[in-house]
């Protein structure tokens, strides 16, 4: 079953601009983790924020969790054609073992 | 490190034929991902091992579906028999556990099975 829900399903933005895709999830979590998904390739991990943080940085990526909105976001800034992907969020609950990944949102950044 | 080593990369099968997926996960890490991704469905777990232990495979969807890891550095992915709903992307995952919690996972660059 999908734990994260990714929003919006697909986004498209001029190179340059920021890119804002959010994520929702059901229950407590431990971690959630942040994906990219290049077109005919594997996951590549992005970023990990844990449940007792609030913002994490990597570059030109930014992301919030608010647990007591079980949400959280990624912002890519100062987008570039070579951003777009296919991004995933996904959780690890409270005590588990498991990554649940949501549906993703389809980025196309267009040069 | 080469990463997590799927193969093959592309396989295309008959109806009511065996299909085996393998997966290298990397050395060291102690828990190893099977995932199915389609259009329809997105990513769905299928089984998860932890130090070669199937855990918990309540996302495999059928008996036709089974998996196994006999040592640290191996695992397949059987479908006998195959059927055409089968046909999807199928990702093999490794990570680790620390005292902070599972870390992030590494995955495979996939296998496209396409039943005919």
């Known amino acids: 079953s999908q734990q994260g829900e990714e929003d919006p399903q697909a986004l498209s933005i001029q190179e340059g601009e920021n890119a804002t895709m959010n994520c929702s999830y059901k229950t407590s979590i431990n971690n959630l983790q942040w994906y990219r998904q290049n077109s005919g390739r594997g996951l590549v991990h992005l970023i990990l924020i844990r449940s007792n943080e609030r913002e994490k940085h990597s570059g030109r990526l930014r992301v919030t969790l608010d647990t007591s909105k079980k949400s959280s976001s990624l912002l890519i800034t100062a987008s570039r054609a070579a951003d777009t992907a296919s991004y995933f969020c996904?959780?690890?609950?409270?005590?588990?073992?498991?990554?649940?990944f949501g549906k993703g949102t389809k980025l196309s950044v267009i040069p | 490190d080469a990463g997590v080593i799927q193969s093959p990369r592309h396989e295309v099968t008959e109806m009511g034929q065996e299909v085996t997926l393998r997966c290298k996960p990397i050395s060291g890490h102690d828990y190893l991902f099977w995932y199915r991704q389609t259009m329809m469905r997105g990513l769905e777990l299928l089984i998860y091992f932890n130090n070669n232990v199937p855990i918990d495979d309540s996302g495999m969807p059928e008996d036709r579906f089974s998996a196994k890891m006999p040592n640290a550095s191996f695992s397949t992915l059987k479908i006998q028999p195959s059927e055409p709903r089968d046909s999807a992307v199928y990702f093999c995952a490794s990570n680790f556990f620390s005292n902070r919690g599972l870390t992030e996972a590494f995955f495979g660059q996939g296998t496209r099975l396409t039943v005919v």
């Open positions: 996904a959780t690890v609950g409270a005590g588990s073992y498991q990554l649940t």
